[in-house]
């Protein structure tokens, strides 16, 4: 179905609480860790805001306030306690990107092929880049350059103050994953089946990996390894400096879902219904939590926690140690969107068109 398709682009957003910095996947490197713990027990929802649309796009949280796009073409800034609309900013197609904000700037992408730089608090257009398909890819931003892909199978790397292109790398497919960066090298996938490292200043190939399927999942990068889904239903550890194959780990459905990595465990979801728990060095199973619906949500963890939305129109919030449930609440459509974590409150969104806060 499309929706599945679609929401294999967002596979999770997350923020950090601080106007210089809120990111996909918490951080660059996009572990999916949370610096402050979130709701061990469920006490209440908080709030929900309804928008125009399904959503896929995952929240990012910053300076008290929860950005986020939707499948109506806005993106919604919406007060983080109240749950009352601050600004929106229409674009001219669905946003299935999650934002990044930094220096007081929104930048996310849209399916009208820009990416978008946004004043984070007025919602008014600073600029917007071009590209020649969807951008679907979430950025990522670093010494004053932007990070996307698109579906016209490029990465571009664009100045952020000018909204100028800095360079391109063309991959053979398109890119619905979004970037990742440490050490200045910038690692991404393509629907081509590779995994690739480039040079963060010139866009030059360090490496390629090349997995047996299309790529949806995003990589993460810990422990001197990138760790990536694929839709050939692997999870994939590759040294991070030479791009050599580590440890596969078999799941029984695509993975599509971006891996979280903390504490030596590697968390990720596959569409065979399961959240897995695996030794971020061998790849050994230390535990899997079976949800009623494919899990194509990124994980995110916040202290003992790890939170996951499943198709099944849940989010669940589970032990670390043990993959042992702690509580789960009930959405009206399928959650594809990935929590995030910001003063013990879980902020994520479904199909049904909500975005919710739950304490």
Not at 56 to 77: C, E, H, K, M, R
Request: hydrophobic residues 40%; contains cysteine; glycine residues 12%.
């Amino acid at each position: 179905m499309l929706w599945i398709l679609l929401a294999t682009l967002l596979v999770s957003a997350c923020g950090m609480q601080g106007q210089e910095t809120a990111v996909f996947r918490v951080n660059l490197e996009r572990t999916g860790v949370f610096p402050a713990d979130g709701p061990a027990t469920l006490n209440e929802l908080a709030w929900k805001f309804r928008t125009d649309g399904p959503i896929f796009s995952s929240p990012v949280v910053a300076s008290g306030v929860v950005y986020i796009g939707n499948w109506d073409g806005s993106l919604y800034a919406i007060n983080s306690t109240t749950g009352q609309e601050v600004w929106r900013f229409n674009t001219g197609g669905e946003i299935f990107s999650s934002p990044m904000i930094t220096d007081e700037t929104v930048y996310i992408g849209s399916g009208d092929g820009h990416l978008y730089a946004i004043h984070a608090k007025t919602g008014q257009e600073k600029w917007r880049f071009e590209t020649e398909s969807e951008v679907f890819s979430s950025p990522a931003i670093v010494n004053g350059t932007a990070f996307v892909g698109s579906g016209d199978g490029r990465l571009y790397a664009v100045n952020i103050k000018t909204g100028q292109e800095v360079w391109r790398f063309d991959t053979a497919n398109e890119v619905f994953s979004s970037p990742a960066i440490t050490g200045g090298v910038v690692y991404i996938a393509s629907k081509d089946g590779h995994v690739y490292a480039l040079d963060g200043a010139t866009g030059q190939e360090k490496w390629r990996f090349s997995t047996n399927a299309e790529i949806f999942s995003s990589p993460a990068i810990a422990n001197e390894m990138v760790y990536i889904g694929s839709n050939d239903g692997r999870l994939y550890a590759l040294d991070a400096r030479t791009g050599q194959e580590q440890w596969t780990f078999n799941t029984g459905g695509e993975v599509a879902s971006s891996p979280a990595v903390a504490g030596g465990v590697v968390y990720v979801g596959s569409n065979d219904n399961r959240l897995y728990a695996l030794d971020a060095g061998t790849g050994q199973e230390k535990w899997s939590f079976n949800t009623e619906g494919e899990v194509v949500s990124s994980p995110t963890i916040a202290g003992r926690v790890v939170y996951v939305g499943s198709n099944d129109g849940r989010l669940y919030a589970l032990d670390v140690e043990t993959g042992q449930e702690k509580w789960r609440f009930k959405t009206g459509g399928p959650v594809a969107s990935s929590p995030a974590i910001a003063g013990r409150v879980v902020y994520f969104s479904s199909l049904d068109g909500y975005l919710y806060a739950v304490r």
